[in-house]
């Protein structure tokens, strides 16, 4: 017999877990299935800094706030902006007033699903595809089995499997690609680079490359190295051989600052590449009954404008609203939520590409100076 789901929520990330949340704490019985076999099934990524009017909005609903506060990390909204010498053009010290505090991924996680009744999560179930079925939708598992739902929520990623269902687009490559390094027990065997970080953001940009790097709650400087380059150029270097690999990163750096290129050379384990891709701004659909999409199924884009979790768990927290403000008329909910998401995701969407364009353009690392300059 095919097991039926009032609402089904289809990824266990910050948005599907801040929806899941507000649900729960509304009364409204929900599910959530997720492909990782367990929490634990892979690393959740590095600090997340959570704004005033989004993120922290969003826990606010979920009735987590307070909790959120004592995981913050200390320090973690200081700022250095270096050119590719290594010359320092701006810094910021966290003086602890700032609106968005950091916090470790994982915790952040950890705090939602600590939040939820055990078994609302279904772990190890990857969905393969859904289907209407007659006023509700069927999902199909990769295990084979089938459940239907009333109100099915795609908070699956950049790849969704329930996108399809209101929309024709999908993510396009932004010319930009990350490979993600870390350096692990930076203080005690990374003293030279912990300093060239400094205490919260690094940013070291210049024309079509840069870094991008922060420590990370466990003591290792998480950083992301950023190329402007070929969508292709991802597969013409064996990862899987880190010297050969970091050679090769190194060719492109071959005029930087000794210490930046020292977070490459220096970095421990395996180096992972992370092609940046994002949907059409302004990405929206037309109203389906019964389904809709949070995050970055939603509104993919690059993470230049650091909104991604935030607007996820944004997008959550309102969805949850909704429902539990349109008791049994689930498409006045979704009409209201989306109202407001697509301009939301749109104006976060065209910040973000702006974003990408001026931290890597010719004269990088001014622009993103200047732009900082006008936010004070």
């Not at 992370?274 to 389904?291: E, K, M, N, T, Y």
Request: overall charge negative; aromatic content about 6%; some cysteine.
């Amino acid at each position: 017999m095919t097991t039926h789901h009032p609402i089904a929520i289809i990824g266990a990330g910050l948005g599907g877990l801040t929806l899941a949340r507000v649900l729960h704490v509304n009364g409204i019985e929900a599910a959530v299935f997720d492909l990782d076999t367990s929490p634990s099934a892979r690393t959740q990524g590095g600090m997340l800094d959570i704004h005033e009017e989004s993120g922290q909005e969003a826990l606010r609903a979920a009735g987590l706030h307070e909790e959120f506060r004592t995981l913050v990390h200390p320090g973690g909204e200081a700022l250095r902006i270096l050119d590719k010498h290594a010359v320092v053009h701006r810094e910021e010290a966290d003086d602890g007033d700032g609106g968005r505090p950091e916090i470790a991924r994982g915790d952040l996680r950890d705090l939602l699903l600590g939040s939820l009744p055990d078994g609302m999560v279904r772990w190890g179930s990857k969905v393969t595809g859904a289907r209407p079925l007659g006023g509700s939708h069927e999902v199909a598992l990769a295990d084979g089995t089938t459940f239907t739902t009333g109100l099915l929520v795609g908070a699956d990623g950049a790849w969704s499997k329930v996108r399809p269902l209101v929309s024709d687009a999908k993510p396009s490559y932004e010319g930009l690609s990350f490979i993600e390094v870390h350096l692990h027990d930076a203080a005690t065997r990374h003293p030279a680079s912990t300093a060239l970080v400094g205490g919260g953001m690094l940013f070291a940009l210049g024309e079509g490359k840069g870094f991008l790097a922060h420590h990370d709650s466990g003591g290792s400087l998480h950083v992301y190295v950023a190329l402007k380059t070929g969508e292709d150029w991802i597969s013409t270097v064996d990862f899987t051989d880190t010297a050969a690999a970091k050679a090769t990163m190194l060719e492109h750096f071959d005029d930087w600052a000794d210490g930046l290129r020292a977070l490459i050379a220096d970095a421990d384990g395996e180096l992972t590449p992370r092609p940046i891709h994002a949907l059409p701004i302004g990405h929206s659909w037309d109203r389906v009954p019964g389904v809709t999409l949070l995050g970055d199924a939603a509104h993919l884009m690059s993470p230049f404008a650091g909104e991604g979790a935030n607007l996820a768990m944004h997008d959550g927290a309102e969805l949850g609203l909704a429902i539990a403000a349109h008791p049994g008329d689930v498409e006045a909910a979704l009409g209201t939520y989306e109202k407001a998401l697509f301009p939301r995701s749109e104006a976060s969407a065209a910040e973000s590409a702006e974003s990408l364009v001026l931290c890597f353009a010719e004269d990088a690392p001014q622009p993103l100076l200047e732009r900082f300059a006008s936010y004070r």
